[in-house]
């Protein structure tokens, strides 16, 4: 399987000639989706989100689908009907060739004073990949890849180092990084590489590995 690393959390697979994109939101490129033959988004906050390139992608391939949880299918499926479909914690389905299943029901929380929304993740053919979206769900199954929320505003670096020794993958890939400055990548790199317990990895947006 190809993975492809696009900007913040967007993250294209591909498998025997097909392709799986993954949270193609705001800070992605506006392309980040085209090409897409199935379409997974984790939540509704518009940084993993992006109608504009969802509608983008879906337009570009009519056999596109997308699986993502209801807050973002109400905001898109009347303009594709039947081609998206409503996933929660749980479920499993096939997407483009791909087997998913859906771990997760909470995003992490922000501040006490903020409410909770939903957030699912999708676990990849049997734990080739896994996408937490913004939670540190451990999905409670053999993960190979991580992708790896870094750093975000309801985390700080104890809890991300603390999530890759709980999930125990083979190595984990940084995503949502756009917050994460150049002069902070090394202190990153250093403590989660030397503290994780796993292999710790970053692709630079464009830039692929095989998994």
Known sequence: MKLTK???SCVRLEKDGRTLVLDPGGFS???AALGAD???VTHEHPDHFDEFRLRAAMEDNPAARIWTL?????KISSAFPGRVHTVGHGDTFTAAGFEVQVHGELHAVIHP????ITNVGFLVDGGKVFHPGDAFTVPGHRVETLMLPVMAPWSKISEVIDYVREVRPQRAYDIHDAYLTDLARPI?????GQLG????L??????SAEV
Do not use: N
């Open 113 to 116: 004073d903020i409410p909770r």
């Open 197 to 200: 317990g796993s292999e710790h």
């Open 6 to 8: 696009k900007s913040h």
């Open 202 to 207: 970053r692709l630079t947006s464009g830039d």
């Open 29 to 31: 490129e506006e392309d």
């Open 188 to 192: 990153y790199d250093r403590q989660i």
């Open 38 to 40: 199935a379409i997974l």
């Open 70 to 74: 209801k807050s973002v299918a109400e």
